[in-house]
C-alpha cells in the first residue's frame, strides 16, 4: 500500500480584526491508500480547517495557508494554480459536509447538482451524466431512484440527503474522500446507517477515508487510525486499537475518560475535562493542553512538546509518559 | 398554480372596494371643495356648479354612483378644473407616457443595479465594492429634484448630447429615465450586493466550489438564483411607483405624464381625479406583487402555490 497523501507543517491561519487566529499550528500526518483516518478533537481545535487547507477552500480573506507541503500522488496541492485545484477537487478527492440541510443547494434539482461534477470532470453529456446520477442514487441506497433524481432537496429528509452529497462525492471515483462530521447533523439512528453505508462504499470501491469527527465511538467503529488534534496541533496518533487500548496523551485519556460506558458501575460518573481550550489568538508558550492537564509539570508550560514516536505506528507530543494512566 | 392566480386576481375585488371606500371618505373627509378660490365665487355659482356634479348629495350616495359609473359604463367621472376633459382622457393621454418612462427607468435600474451589487459582492473590500457603493450611496441619498437639473446641466446645457426638456423622441427620454432610475438603481445595487454576500457564504456555495466548479459557474448557477429572491420582493412596489408616474421628475423635465395630477388633484379637491390615480396605483401594485409573487415560484422551488 502506497502514500496517497503526505501532509508536513500545515499551517493555517485567520487573520481578523482581533487578531491573528492560530487555527492550524503545523501539523504532519500520512495516509495510506485505501485508509481510514479518523481525525477527533472538540470544536474549534482546527480538524475541519486543516481538510479544508487540503482542498484550499478556506475562505480568503479572512484565512491564509501560511505554511507547509500536502503531496497528493506526487503533487503539492498546496502549490498548484486555481485551475489545478479545481481539477482534483470534486474528482481525485472528493469531500461531504456536516449539515446535509444546508450543503445542497435548495433552488436545483438532485440531478443537476450530481450531474455537474460528472460533467466537468469525466466529460459526460447530459444523458450519460442522468444515467449515471441514477445509478449513483441506487448505489447509496436511495428508494426510487430514477423518479427522485429531479426532485429538489428540500423533498428529502436529511438521511437521505446526506446519502446524496456521499453520492456527489463518490460520482468521480475519487481516491480520497474527506467526510467532515457528516453525521453529527443527524439522528442516531440515521448516523448509523450512513456510516455503514460508507463503511460498504469503501470496500467496493477502495478509496481512502479522512472522517473528521467529535465523536469517539464512531472512530473507534470506522478508522484504521486516528489523529486526535486540539488546539491546532496533532497531540497524539496511533492506530485505532492503540489509541483506545493505550492512549498515551493526557487529552485522549481525558477524551475517553469522558465517555459514558455500558459496562461501567451505574453510579460511575463521567470525569470530564475541566476548563476551556486556550484563545487561538493568544497561545501561551508552552503545551496548549498544559493548563488543562493533570498530570502537568513545569517544563509544560515553557516548551510545547513535539510529535514523537513512542511505540510502533503511535506517535504522542508530550513530556510526561502517562501510560495506562499513571504518572 | 393556475388557481392560485384566478384566486389573488378575484382578491384584488375587495382590495379595490376597501381602497375606494376610505380614499372617497378621506378625500370629502378633507376641509375645503373643488371650487374654492383666493377670491371667492358667489354662493349662488358654487351651489349651482356643486348641484351640476352632485356634489350636494350624501355622501354615500355619491359614491354608489361614482362606483356604478366605472362599473357600468368605465367611467371615471368629470375633471372639475376643465370642462372638456374627464378622468378617461387623463388616462389615455398621460398614462401611456409615465409607464413609458416607468418602465425605461426600471430597465436603467435593473441594468445598472443587479450588475453593479454582484460586482460589488465578488470583490468584496476592493476597489470595485467602494466605487459601486459610493455610486450607490450618491443614487440614494441624491433626490431626484437635485439630480435632475445636474443631468440637464452637464449634459444638456454643457455637453449639449441631449435636448434639455420635452418627450416624444428617443433622445428626449434618456436623462429622465436615468434620473429616474438612478434611485431605484442604488436601492437595487444595495440590496443585490447584501443578498449575494449572505448567499455566498452558504454551506451549498462551499459545497459547489468543493465539487470543483469555477468560480463563474459558482457564482452564475448556485449564487444567483438564490440572491434574486430578496430582490424580486423590492421589484413589485418600485414597478408600480414608477409606471404610474412621479411628480418631480415630469415636472423638471415638462414631461405631460400622470405625475402632476397625483399632487394638483389632492389639493385642488379634484375627487374623481383623486380616486382614478389612486385606484390606478393600487390596481398596478397588486397586479405587480402577483407577478413578484409568481417569480418566487420560479426561483424557489421550495415555494408552491396551490
Same mark, same amino acid.
Not at chain 1, 487566529?21 to 483516518?37: P, S
Not at chain 1, 461531504?96 to 460533467?119: G, R
Not at chain 1, 460520482?171 to 450512513?194: F, G, H, K, M, R
Given at each position: 500500500?502506497?502514500?496517497?497523501?503526505?501532509?508536513?507543517?500545515?499551517?493555517?491561519?485567520? !487573520?481578523?480584526?482581533?487578531?491573528?487566529?492560530?487555527?492550524?499550528?503545523?501539523?504532519?500526518?500520512?495516509?495510506?491508500?485505501?485508509?481510514?483516518?479518523?481525525?477527533?478533537?472538540?470544536?474549534?481545535? *482546527?480538524?475541519?480547517?486543516?481538510?479544508?487547507?487540503?482542498?484550499?477552500?478556506?475562505?480568503?480573506?479572512?484565512?491564509?495557508?501560511?505554511? *507547509?507541503?500536502?503531496?497528493?500522488? *506526487?503533487?503539492?496541492?498546496?502549490?498548484?494554480?486555481?485551475?489545478?485545484?479545481?481539477?482534483?477537487?470534486?474528482?481525485?478527492?472528493?469531500?461531504?459536509?456536516?449539515?446535509?440541510?444546508?450543503?445542497?443547494?435548495?433552488?436545483?434539482?438532485?440531478?443537476?447538482?450530481?450531474?455537474?461534477?460528472?460533467?466537468?470532470?469525466?466529460?459526460?453529456?447530459?444523458?450519460?451524466?442522468?444515467?449515471?446520477?441514477?445509478?449513483?442514487?441506487?448505489?447509496?441506497?436511495?428508494?426510487?431512484?430514477?423518479?427522485?433524481?429531479?426532485?429538489?432537496?428540500?423533498? !428529502?429528509?436529511?438521511?437521505?440527503?446526506?446519502?446524496?452529497?456521499?453520492?456527489?462525492?463518490?460520482?468521480?471515483?475519487?481516491?480520497?474522500?474527506?467526510?467532515?462530521?457528516?453525521?453529527?447533523?443527524?439522528?442516531?439512528?440515521?448516523?448509523?446507517?450512513?456510516?455503514?453505508?460508507?463503511?460498504?462504499?469503501?470496500?467496493?470501491?477502495?478509496?481512502?477515508?479522512?472522517?473528521?469527527?467529535?465523536?469517539? *465511538?464512531?472512530?473507534?467503529?470506522?478508522?484504521?487510525?486516528?489523529?486526535?488534534?486540539?488546539?491546532?496541533?496533532?497531540?497524539?496518533?496511533?492506530?485505532?486499537?492503540?489509541? %483506545?487500548?493505550?492512549?498515551?496523551?493526557?487529552?485522549t485519556l481525558g477524551l475517553l475518560g469522558s465517555i459514558p460506558r455500558l459496562d461501567a458501575e451505574r453510579k460511575a460518573k463521567l470525569t470530564p475535562i475541566e476548563g476551556l481550550p486556550p484563545d487561538l489568538i493568544?497561545?501561551?508558550?508552552?503545551?496548549? !493542553?498544559?493548563?488543562?492537564?493533570? %498530570?502537568?509539570?513545569?517544563?509544560?508550560?515553557?516548551?510545547?512538546?513535539?510529535?514523537?514516536?513512542?511505540?510502533?505506528?503511535?506517535?504522542?507530543?508530550?513530556?510526561?509518559?502517562?501510560?495506562?494512566?499513571?504518572? | 398554480?393556475?388557481?392560485?392566480?384566478?384566486?389573488?386576481?378575484?382578491?384584488?375585488?375587495?382590495?379595490?372596494?376597501?381602497?375606494?371606500?376610505?380614499?372617497?371618505?378621506?378625500?370629502?373627509?378633507?376641509?375645503?371643495?373643488?371650487?374654492?378660490?383666493?377670491?371667492?365665487?358667489?354662493?349662488?355659482?358654487?351651489?349651482?356648479?356643486?348641484?351640476?356634479?352632485?356634489?350636494?348629495?350624501?355622501?354615500?350616495?355619491?359614491?354608489?354612483?361614482?362606483?356604478?359609473?366605472?362599473?357600468? &359604463?368605465?367611467?371615471?367621472?368629470?375633471?372639475?378644473?376643465?370642462?372638456?376633459?374627464?378622468?378617461?382622457?387623463?388616462? &389615455?393621454?398621460?398614462?401611456?407616457?409615465?409607464?413609458?418612462?416607468? @418602465?425605461?427607468?426600471?430597465?436603467?435600474?435593473?441594468?445598472?443595479?443587479?450588475?453593479?451589487? $454582484?460586482?460589488?459582492?465578488?470583490?468584496?473590500?476592493?476597489?470595485?465594492?467602494?466605487?459601486?457603493?459610493? @455610486?450607490?450611496?450618491?443614487?440614494?441619498?441624491?433626490?431626484?429634484?437635485?439630480?435632475?437639473?445636474?443631468?440637464?446641466?452637464?449634459?444638456?446645457?454643457?455637453?449639449?448630447?441631449?435636448?434639455?426638456?420635452?418627450?416624444?423622441?428617443?433622445?428626449?427620454?434618456?436623462?429622465?429615465? $436615468?434620473?429616474?432610475?438612478?434611485?431605484?438603481?442604488?436601492?437595487?445595487?444595495?440590496?443585490? &450586493?447584501?443578498?449575494?454576500?449572505?448567499?455566498?457564504?452558504?454551506?451549498?456555495?462551499?459545497?459547489?466550489?468543493?465539487?470543483?466548479?469555477?468560480?463563474?459557474?459558482?457564482?452564475?448557477?448556485?449564487?444567483?438564483?438564490?440572491?434574486?429572491?430578496?430582490?424580486?420582493?423590492?421589484?413589485?412596489?418600485?414597478?408600480?411607483?414608477?409606471?404610474?408616474?412621479?411628480?418631480?421628475?415630469?415636472?423638471?423635465?415638462?414631461?405631460?405624464?400622470?405625475?402632476?395630477?397625483?399632487?394638483?388633484?389632492?389639493?385642488?379637491?379634484?375627487?374623481?381625479?383623486?380616486?382614478?390615480?389612486?385606484?390606478?396605483?393600487? @390596481?398596478?401594485?397588486?397586479?405587480?406583487?402577483?407577478?413578484?409573487?409568481?417569480?418566487?415560484?420560479?426561483?424557489?422551488?421550495?415555494?408552491?402555490?396551490?
Amino acid at each position: 500500500m502506497g502514500t496517497l497523501l503526505q501532509v508536513k507543517g500545515l499551517k493555517t491561519q485567520f !487573520f481578523t480584526q482581533d487578531g491573528v487566529v492560530n487555527a492550524v499550528n503545523g501539523i504532519d500526518f500520512d495516509l495510506n491508500e485505501g485508509e481510514t483516518l479518523g481525525i477527533v478533537g472538540e470544536s474549534g481545535c *482546527g480538524k475541519s480547517v486543516s481538510v479544508l487547507s487540503l482542498m484550499r477552500l478556506i475562505p480568503s480573506p479572512p484565512g491564509r495557508i501560511v505554511g *507547509g507541503e500536502a503531496w497528493f500522488q *506526487g503533487r503539492d496541492l498546496l502549490k498548484m494554480s486555481e485551475e489545478e485545484i479545481r481539477s482534483v477537487r470534486g474528482n481525485k478527492i472528493a469531500m461531504i459536509f456536516q449539515d446535509p440541510m444546508t450543503s445542497l443547494n435548495p433552488v436545483l434539482t438532485i440531478n443537476q447538482q450530481v450531474s455537474e461534477a460528472l460533467e466537468l470532470h469525466l466529460g459526460m453529456d447530459k444523458r450519460q451524466a442522468r444515467k449515471r446520477t441514477i445509478e449513483l442514487l441506487e448505489m447509496v441506497r436511495i428508494p426510487d431512484a430514477a423518479n427522485r433524481v429531479d426532485d429538489y432537496p428540500h423533498q !428529502f429528509s436529511g438521511g437521505m440527503r446526506q446519502r446524496v452529497m456521499i453520492a456527489m462525492g463518490l460520482s468521480c471515483n475519487p481516491q480520497l474522500l474527506i467526510a467532515d462530521e457528516p453525521t453529527t447533523a443527524l439522528d442516531v439512528t440515521i448516523q448509523a446507517q450512513i456510516i455503514d453505508l460508507v463503511k460498504q462504499l469503501k470496500k467496493e470501491i477502495g478509496m481512502a477515508v479522512i472522517w473528521i469527527t467529535h465523536d469517539l *465511538g464512531v472512530v473507534a467503529g470506522l478508522a484504521d487510525r486516528v489523529n486526535v488534534m486540539y488546539a491546532g496541533y496533532i497531540v497524539e496518533s496511533a492506530d485505532v486499537k492503540d489509541m %483506545y487500548a493505550d492512549p498515551r496523551h493526557p487529552y485522549t485519556l481525558g477524551l475517553l475518560g469522558s465517555i459514558p460506558r455500558l459496562d461501567a458501575e451505574r453510579k460511575a460518573k463521567l470525569t470530564p475535562i475541566e476548563g476551556l481550550p486556550p484563545d487561538l489568538i493568544d497561545m501561551p508558550p508552552g503545551c496548549p !493542553f498544559a493548563p488543562r492537564c493533570r %498530570y502537568a509539570i513545569d517544563r509544560c508550560l515553557e516548551e510545547n512538546p513535539k510529535l514523537e514516536t513512542v511505540a510502533r505506528r503511535h506517535s504522542v507530543a508530550c513530556w510526561v509518559d502517562v501510560t495506562g494512566g499513571k504518572r | 398554480m393556475f388557481r392560485y392566480i384566478v384566486r389573488r386576481l378575484l382578491w384584488m375585488i375587495p382590495v379595490l372596494f376597501f381602497i375606494s371606500v376610505i380614499t372617497f371618505s378621506l378625500a370629502h373627509a378633507v376641509p375645503g371643495g373643488p371650487f374654492d378660490r383666493e377670491k371667492a365665487l358667489p354662493a349662488e355659482i358654487i351651489a349651482n356648479l356643486n348641484k351640476y356634479y352632485g356634489l350636494d348629495q350624501p355622501v354615500w350616495k355619491q359614491y354608489v354612483k361614482y362606483m356604478s359609473d366605472i362599473l357600468l &359604463r368605465f367611467d371615471f367621472g368629470p375633471v372639475y378644473s376643465s370642462r372638456s376633459r374627464r378622468v378617461n382622457d387623463i388616462f &389615455r393621454d398621460h398614462l401611456p407616457i409615465s409607464a413609458q418612462l416607468g @418602465v425605461l427607468a426600471m430597465l436603467i435600474a435593473l441594468g445598472i443595479g443587479i450588475p453593479l451589487g $454582484i460586482l460589488a459582492a465578488l470583490k468584496q473590500n476592493s476597489f470595485w465594492d467602494y466605487l459601486g457603493m459610493a @455610486v450607490a450611496i450618491f443614487g440614494v441619498s441624491v433626490p431626484g429634484i437635485v439630480l435632475g437639473p445636474l443631468l440637464i446641466l452637464i449634459f444638456a446645457l454643457t455637453l449639449k448630447w441631449f435636448p434639455v426638456a420635452g418627450w416624444g423622441t428617443p433622445a428626449k427620454m434618456v436623462l429622465p429615465s $436615468i434620473a429616474l432610475g438612478m434611485r431605484e438603481s442604488a436601492i437595487i445595487a444595495r440590496l443585490t &450586493r447584501a443578498s449575494m454576500l449572505q448567499v455566498i457564504r452558504e454551506d451549498y456555495i462551499r459545497t459547489a466550489r468543493a465539487k470543483g466548479l469555477t468560480e463563474r459557474a459558482v457564482m452564475i448557477r448556485h449564487a444567483l438564483k438564490n440572491a434574486f429572491i430578496p430582490v424580486a420582493t423590492i421589484l413589485g412596489p418600485m414597478f408600480a411607483v414608477l409606471v404610474t408616474g412621479t411628480f418631480v421628475i415630469e415636472q423638471i423635465f415638462a414631461i405631460p405624464g400622470m405625475g402632476k395630477y397625483f399632487i394638483t388633484s389632492i389639493t385642488n379637491r379634484d375627487y374623481p381625479v383623486v380616486m382614478g390615480t389612486i385606484l390606478l396605483y393600487a @390596481v398596478f401594485l397588486v397586479i405587480a406583487n402577483l407577478a413578484v409573487d409568481i417569480t418566487y415560484a420560479f426561483l424557489d422551488p421550495r415555494i408552491r402555490y396551490t
